[in-house]
């Protein structure tokens, strides 16, 4: 079975400073990896997913991620935020070739971007 | 393009009644995903309808239930409310197993 650790849950950054939100994922097996954002009282959008190939995968508004298989890890980058990337991010993770009601979650990390 | 819609957006419930919430998937998506994320404890998986069945359940009570309509749209039923089921409830809907859109939530107050 898979898990995914998300190791900060508050991450406080200045405007404009680059901001790394970091997920560790545990699996026996290869998997799929997304990034999740949910600003307050929504949903969650999807930021960008590694199925395969290239490790470094660019998303929507800026973020990037790469996948690290030896390290297990998939952390989410972003070289200079704005006041609007204010918001909780989620990481997930899957086995390969499976329905996607075998997503899992990890915790979340709030990220508070301080003018 | 319409999103994922759910309705109502806010539901305030007295513990022991049943609440009924609502999804409508993105057109020509078949499946429907249901998540309750209550405070402190992350996403957790509920339910996945497809093509009008349920495929799949999380861990949770038999009172949570739901259903999947003809066209789509689906239908989450909480009976016998308790005090912790207080939670944002997402619903997704998907065409694929890499992908799935989610709803703005419904958030169920019981009281």
């Known amino acids: ?115 | 393009e319409a999103g994922v819609t759910q309705s109502p957006t806010h539901l305030i419930k007295t513990r022991g009644q049943q609440a009924t919430l609502r999804c409508s998937p993105i057109s020509g998506h078949t499946s429907v995903y249901w998540y309750q994320q209550a405070l402190g404890l992350g996403l957790q998986f509920l339910l996945w309808y497809d093509e009008g069945e349920e495929r799949n359940r999380g861990n949770f009570p038999p009172r949570f239930s739901g259903r999947q309509f003809p066209n789509y749209s689906s239908e989450l039923n909480v009976n016998a409310l308790e005090l912790e089921d207080s939670a944002l409830y997402l619903c997704a809907s998907s065409r694929t197993e890499v992908e799935a859109f989610f709803g703005q939530g419904t958030r169920l107050t019981v009281v």
Do not use: M
């Open chain 1, 1 to 115: 079975a898979q898990s995914v650790t998300q190791l900060d849950s508050q991450v406080p950054v200045f405007e404009e400073a680059p901001v790394e939100l970091r997920c560790n994922y545990s699996s026996s097996v290869s998997v799929y990896l997304f990034w999740y954002v949910q600003y307050p009282n929504q949903g969650l959008q999807l930021l960008l997913k590694y199925l395969s190939g290239s490790t470094l995968v660019k998303g929507i508004n800026g973020f990037e991620a790469e996948f690290n298989k030896s390290q297990t890890s998939f952390h989410l980058r972003k070289p200079s935020v704005h006041i609007s990337d204010t918001a909780e991010y989620f990481c997930a993770v899957t086995e390969l070739k499976t329905s996607y009601d075998k997503v899992i979650f990890g915790p979340g990390t709030s990220l508070s971007v301080i003018p």
